[in-house]
């Protein structure tokens, strides 16, 4: 299966720009996705595709990225988006989920 | 508006078989896309289980291709999860979604114990 890792927390204030990352085993072309998930809540889909912002997601949040290496960026970043981001492949064998970064906000 | 809702019972006893429902609303089933269980374990790590196809096909995660069943019950508009022989790891929180993941249940915890 192919491996997602991600980095486990950050912080940051409000207001700055922050940058998630995602590191595949392998190659996932660009069929790389970003979700949001907040406590005792359900995944919310914020990127498809590697850099294809979701229905009704804030143009602060985009993604970069193809082959290995993967980025979420939020920019500026509120007190609302403190959350636990996963990033998802379904490029190869069964769909499989990174870790989550934790993100505090200052 | 599309809905999933997981339902089932929330403490299932080691050996015995865990069966959780998804009842859709907004949608039907067999008109599209594939259905999806993914479960969360405690500390994060999410896997997908497997989906039931719109067409009644079925994929599962090689992981748990010897314990998982999804069938579906297109008159309720509903599909359904059962997981067998479950031990204290299989202790998580169940989501059913729809492939590509863009509409999630809320969740249904589910614990294992005796």
């Known amino acids: 299966d192919t491996v997602l890792t991600q980095s486990p927390a950050l912080a940051v204030s409000p207001g700055e720009r922050v940058t998630i990352s995602c590191k595949a085993s392998?190659?996932?072309?660009?069929?790389m996705h970003w979700y949001q998930q907040k406590p005792g809540q359900q995944p919310k889909l914020l990127i498809y595709k590697a850099s294809n912002l979701a229905s009704g997601v804030p143009a602060r949040f985009s993604g970069s990225g193809s082959g290995t290496d993967f980025t979420l960026t939020i920019d500026p970043v509120e007190a609302d988006d403190t959350a636990t981001y996963f990033c998802?492949?379904?490029?190869?064998?069964?769909?499989?989920f990174g870790s989550g970064t934790k993100l505090e906000i200052k | 508006e599309i809905q999933l809702q997981e339902s089932g019972p929330g403490l299932v006893k080691p050996s015995q078989s865990l069966s959780l429902t998804c009842s859709v609303t907004?949608?039907?089933?067999?008109?599209?896309?594939?259905w999806s269980w993914i479960r969360k374990f405690p500390g994060n790590k999410m896997e997908w289980m497997g989906y039931i196809s719109y067409s009644g096909s079925t994929n599962y995660n090689p992981s748990l291709k010897s314990r998982i069943s999804i069938t579906r019950d297109t008159s309720k508009n509903q599909f359904f999860l059962q997981l067998n022989s479950v031990t204290t790891e299989d202790t998580a929180t169940y989501y059913c979604?729809?492939?590509?993941?863009?509409?999630w249940g809320q969740g249904v915890m589910v614990t294992v114990s005796s």
């Open positions: 998802q492949q379904s490029w190869n064998g069964p769909l499989t």
């Open positions: 907004g949608y039907t089933i067999t008109s599209g896309y594939d």
């Open positions: 392998e190659s996932v072309s660009t069929r």
């Open positions: 979604a729809r492939s590509p993941l863009t509409i």
